[in-house]
């Protein structure tokens, strides 16, 4: 079984950081990409910011400049770190993942619990 753990959100003034990890775990056989998705209340779930094997990366328009994403692939971890929060970015974080378990031929995509983020103003 492979799973996807978050830690570190919380309550941070706006203008603040915060970094979200996530860990990937069980009988894994290799992680492609990894990313992180939000959901606000209300709102549909939406893409923040991804990164493949090698390290390229792409972010939404809304945290271009304020987020960056990395991996730790000897860890088999995901970090976002983020930056000038703004009350906007409230949301509950998803880790996402494209992982082949061991003795699997194909990946599958795979998602944490999510991590609550907010931001006060």
């Known amino acids: 079984q492979v799973q996807l753990v978050e830690s570190g959100g919380g309550l941070v003034q706006a203008g603040g950081s915060l970094r979200v990890s996530c860990a990937a775990s069980?009988?894994?056989?290799?992680?492609?990409?990894m990313g992180w998705y939000r959901q606000a209340p209300g709102k549909q779930r939406e893409l923040v910011a991804a990164?493949?094997?090698?390290?390229?990366?792409n972010y939404a328009d809304s945290v271009k400049g304020r987020f960056t994403i990395s991996r730790d692939n000897a860890k088999n971890m995901v970090y976002l770190q983020m930056n000038s929060l703004k009350p906007e970015d409230t949301a509950v974080y998803y880790c996402?993942?494209?992982?082949?378990?061991?003795?699997?031929?194909?990946?599958?995509?795979?998602w944490g619990q999510g991590t609550q983020v907010t931001v006060s103003s």
């Open positions: 069980g009988r894994i056989g290799s992680i492609n990409a």
């Open positions: 990164i493949t094997r090698d390290g390229s990366t």
């Open positions: 996402n993942a494209n992982i082949r378990a061991m003795y699997e031929v194909q990946g599958y995509d795979y």
